[in-house]
């Protein structure tokens, strides 16, 4: 892969220098601003689910992996359903590589594929 790649932490990774020293940052949390479909949105970036994510009442993106097909995962979805319900938004995504076909996505493509859209803000 082209670029700097960034490392948003996870349970697995080594946390030695000479492992770290191969990435551009390494973090456990990022919260950052992109441009997607023409319209700027911030990101947040980790690897643990956050149902109340910094910025989710503001038109904010969550980004997170850790749960894998299991009923963890399951019960996310649910607790997710459940925020969308009651009227609170929460735009979170698990982009754990099982759940994107093993295959890198850009952002537009996890958003399209859960059915959900951008919005102009």
Same mark, same amino acid.
């Given at each position: /892969?082209?670029? !700097?790649? !960034?490392?948003?932490?996870s349970?697995? %990774?080594? +946390?030695?220098? $000479?492992?770290?020293?191969?990435?551009?940052e390494?973090? %456990?949390?990022? *919260?950052?601003g992109?441009?997607?479909? #023409?319209?700027?949105?911030?990101l947040?970036?980790?690897?643990?689910?956050?149902?109340?994510?910094? #910025? $989710? +009442?503001?038109? $904010?993106? /969550?980004? !997170?992996?850790?749960?894998h097909?299991?009923?963890?995962?399951?019960?996310?979805?649910?607790?997710?359903? *459940?925020? +969308?319900?009651?009227?609170?938004?929460?735009?979170? &995504?698990?982009? #754990?590589?099982?759940?994107?076909? &093993?295959?890198?996505?850009?952002?537009?493509?996890?958003i $399209?594929r859960? #059915? +959900?859209?951008?919005?102009?803000?």
């Amino acid at each position: /892969m082209n670029g !700097h790649i !960034h490392l948003i932490r996870s349970n697995h %990774d080594k +946390r030695s220098e $000479a492992y770290e020293s191969c990435f551009y940052e390494v973090v %456990d949390y990022k *919260d950052m601003g992109i441009m997607a479909d #023409g319209v700027k949105c911030r990101l947040i970036l980790s690897y643990y689910f956050i149902p109340f994510y910094n #910025g $989710a +009442r503001h038109m $904010a993106f /969550m980004l !997170h992996g850790h749960t894998h097909k299991t009923e963890e995962s399951v019960m996310e979805e649910r607790i997710k359903k *459940d925020i +969308r319900r009651k009227g609170l938004r929460c735009e979170a &995504y698990n982009v #754990g590589a099982m759940w994107q076909n &093993y295959e890198p996505q850009t952002f537009e493509e996890i958003i $399209a594929r859960q #059915g +959900r859209k951008i919005p102009l803000i």
